[in-house]
C-alpha cells in the first residue's frame, strides 16, 4: 500500500512538473486567491445577515448577480478576442475582485451587497479570458490535469479556513469578516499584478487582436448565432453544457447557502463553521495527488457518476444531521466532498475539450452565459427555500444532483451507439 501510495505521489508531481509557462504560473500563484476567498467564503451569508438582509434578500442578490454573470459572460469572448487574455485578465479581475472586496469590508446594508455583486459578476469575463491564459498554449491531454491542479491550489488555501473560526471567536462576526475582506483585497490584488508580469500572450491571443481590431463589436457578436449553433448541435456537447450548469448550481448554491444551513438550519456555532472547509479541503486533496492522476484521462463517464453518488449521499445526510450533532455534519460534508473532487475536473474538463481552440473564447463565452443565467433562478428559489427552512436550499442541490446522474446516463447511452 505504501509503495503504491509513493508511486501515485510521484506521477502527481511529475504531470505538475510538466507544466509550463502560463499554465505553471497562474497553478502557481492560485493560493493567493484562493486563502482570502476561504477565509470569508463560510462567513459570507451569515456577515449579510448580521447587517440586516433576509435570507430571501440572499437569494436575491445571488439571483441578480447570476443575470450579470450571464451578461458579462457573453461580453466576455469579445472583450478576451478584443484586449488579449492576458491584459482582460488583469482589468476584470481588479473590477470583480479589489473592488467588491472593499465594498464587502465597508458594507452597512443590502444595497452596498447588491452593487458588490453586480461588480462581482464581471469576473465571468475574467474565467473565460483566465482560462484561455492557462490552457490554449497547452495540449488537450495535460487539460483534465490542468484543472484538477487548479482545484488542488484551491484546496490548499482551504487549510487555512479555521483561522477565521478563530477571528470570528475572538473579535465577533462583524468585525472579523470586516478583517478578513480587507485581507483579501490586498492578496488577491498583488496576486493579480504577479500573474500579469510573469505570464504571457498565448498564440491564439495575439492573432485574435489583430483579428478584432478589423472588427466592431456588433461584427464579432453576429457571429455568435453561427457560433451557437456549431457548438450545441452535438448531442453530446449538449450534455456537457448542461452539466456544467448543473454543476455550477451546487457551486453557487454551496458558497452562499451552506454557513446559512449550517448555523441556521442544523444549529452548528458560527466559530466552528471554517473547520468545514478544512474537512473537505484534505479529504479532496488525498483525491487529487493520489486518485485523480491515474484516472485522470479516462473517459468522464465512470468518474462523474461515482462522484455524484457521492454527492448526493452526503447531500442527504446532511439534510437529514441531528440539530447541533457536529460530528454527523461533517461526515457528511466528508462524504459530499469525496464527490465534488471527482465532478468538477471532469466536468470543467470535458467542456474544455468539446469546444475548438480557434473559437474558445466566443464559444465558452457562450457556454458560460447560459449557465450563469440558466443558474440564476436557483439563487431565488434557495433563498425563498430558505425562508420557509434553512435546510431547504439542499433539496435544489439533491434535484441538480440527480438530473446530472440522468444526464451523464443519457449520453453515455448515446456515445456507446
Not at 512538473?17 to 505553471?24: A, E, K, Q, V
Amino acid at each position: 500500500m505504501k509503495s503504491v501510495l509513493v508511486k501515485r505521489l510521484g506521477l502527481t508531481f511529475s504531470v505538475l512538473s510538466s507544466f509550463r509557462g502560463n499554465t505553471r504560473t497562474c497553478i502557481l500563484v492560485e493560493p493567493l486567491w484562493g486563502i482570502p476567498f476561504n477565509l470569508f467564503a463560510p462567513y459570507a451569508s451569515l456577515y449579510m445577515l448580521a447587517l440586516g438582509c433576509t435570507k430571501a434578500q440572499v437569494g436575491t442578490i445571488t439571483a441578480i448577480g447570476l443575470i450579470f454573470q450571464m451578461f458579462f459572460a457573453l461580453m466576455g469572448g469579445y472583450i478576451t478576442d478584443r484586449l488579449g487574455r492576458k491584459r482582460t485578465s488583469l482589468i476584470f479581475d481588479l473590477l470583480s475582485w479589489s473592488i467588491p472586496t472593499l465594498i464587502w469590508m465597508v458594507a452597512q446594508n443590502y444595497y452596498y451587497f447588491l452593487v458588490a455583486a453586480i461588480l462581482n459578476a464581471m469576473v465571468r469575463i475574467v474565467q473565460n479570458s483566465w482560462n484561455c491564459l492557462m490552457i490554449e498554449d497547452a495540449p488537450p491531454e495535460q487539460r483534465v490535469h490542468i484543472y484538477t491542479w487548479v482545484e488542488v491550489a484551491n484546496i490548499l488555501a482551504g487549510f487555512f479556513a479555521p483561522l477565521s473560526g478563530y477571528l470570528v471567536e475572538r473579535f465577533t462576526l462583524v468585525p472579523a469578516v470586516r478583517g478578513l475582506y480587507a485581507f483579501a483585497a490586498l492578496s488577491m490584488t498583488f496576486m493579480f499584478f504577479f500573474r500579469n508580469k510573469y505570464t504571457e500572450e498565448t498564440t491564439i491571443g495575439r492573432k485574435k487582436i489583430q483579428e478584432a481590431r478589423l472588427h466592431t463589436p456588433l461584427t464579432a457578436f453576429r457571429e455568435y448565432p453561427l457560433l451557437m449553433k456549431d457548438l450545441f448541435k452535438n448531442p453530446l456537447t449538449r450534455a456537457a453544457f448542461l452539466l456544467v450548469m448543473l454543476n455550477n448550481v451546487q457551486i453557487v448554491l454551496r458558497n452562499t447557502f451552506l454557513g446559512i444551513v449550517l448555523n441556521k438550519g442544523i444549529g452548528i456555532p458560527q466559530e466552528t463553521l471554517g473547520v468545514f472547509p478544512a474537512i473537505g479541503s484534505a479529504v479532496v486533496m488525498f483525491i487529487y495527488i493520489f486518485i485523480m492522476p491515474a484516472v485522470g484521462s479516462r473517459p468522464p463517464a465512470k468518474p462523474l457518476l461515482f462522484g455524484l453518488s457521492f454527492f448526493l449521499t452526503g447531500t442527504v445526510l446532511l439534510l437529514l444531521t441531528p440539530t447541533g450533532n457536529l460530528t454527523w455534519a461533517l461526515g457528511a460534508h466528508f462524504i459530499a466532498s469525496i464527490g465534488s473532487a471527482f465532478v468538477t475536473p471532469f466536468v470543467n474538463g470535458n467542456i474544455a475539450n468539446r469546444v475548438m481552440d480557434e473559437h474558445r473564447a466566443k464559444q465558452m463565452a457562450i457556454v458560460y452565459a447560459v449557465v450563469y443565467g440558466g443558474s440564476a433562478p436557483f439563487g431565488w428559489l434557495a433563498g425563498s427555500a430558505a425562508m420557509i427552512d434553512a435546510r431547504y436550499p439542499l433539496l435544489i442541490s439533491l434535484l441538480a444532483g440527480v438530473t446530472s446522474i440522468l444526464i451523464v446516463h443519457s449520453a453515455t447511452r448515446r456515445e456507446s451507439r
